[in-house]
């Protein structure tokens, strides 16, 4: 059974950092893009950050540019979301998701794969 597990969210102040990962089990991914998405209460699922398979391709949503990262290590078969300088808007669950292919960016119906999600709440 293919499992994706988030963990690392939390309440954290303004300015404050989280680092979210996700563990893949039950097939690996080293050969398949992985992305980060999330949805606050009452607005729609929103596209955060990709990486390809060699972690050698990114993209980002706008405004997490310059203060998320994404990252990733095959060896774990584990992905990982980097969050500096979080602010109250960034507060939301964060799910992880695997494509179907080596590189899929923000389009969420190239992913196959979801986890359960993780709580990521910013106080102000």
């Known amino acids: 059974q293919v499992q994706l597990v988030e963990s690392g969210g939390g309440l954290v102040q303004a300015g404050g950092s989280l680092r979210l990962s996700c563990a893949a089990s039950?097939?690996?991914?080293?050969?398949?893009?992985m992305g980060w998405f999330r949805q606050a209460p009452g607005k729609e699922r929103e596209f955060v950050a990709a990486?390809?398979?060699?972690?050698?391709?990114?993209s980002y949503l706008d405004s997490v540019k310059g203060r998320f990262t994404i990252s990733r290590d095959n060896t774990k078969n584990t992905v990982y979301l980097q969050m500096n300088s979080l602010k109250p808007e960034d507060t939301a669950v964060y799910y992880c998701?695997?494509?179907?292919?080596?590189?899929?960016?923000?389009?969420?119906?190239?992913?196959?794969?979801w986890g359960q999600g993780t709580q990521v709440t910013v106080s102000s």
């Open positions: 039950g097939r690996t991914f080293s050969s398949n893009g």
């Open positions: 990486i390809s398979w060699s972690g050698g391709s990114t």
């Open positions: 998701a695997a494509a179907r292919n080596s590189y899929s960016g923000p389009n969420y119906r190239a992913y196959d794969y």
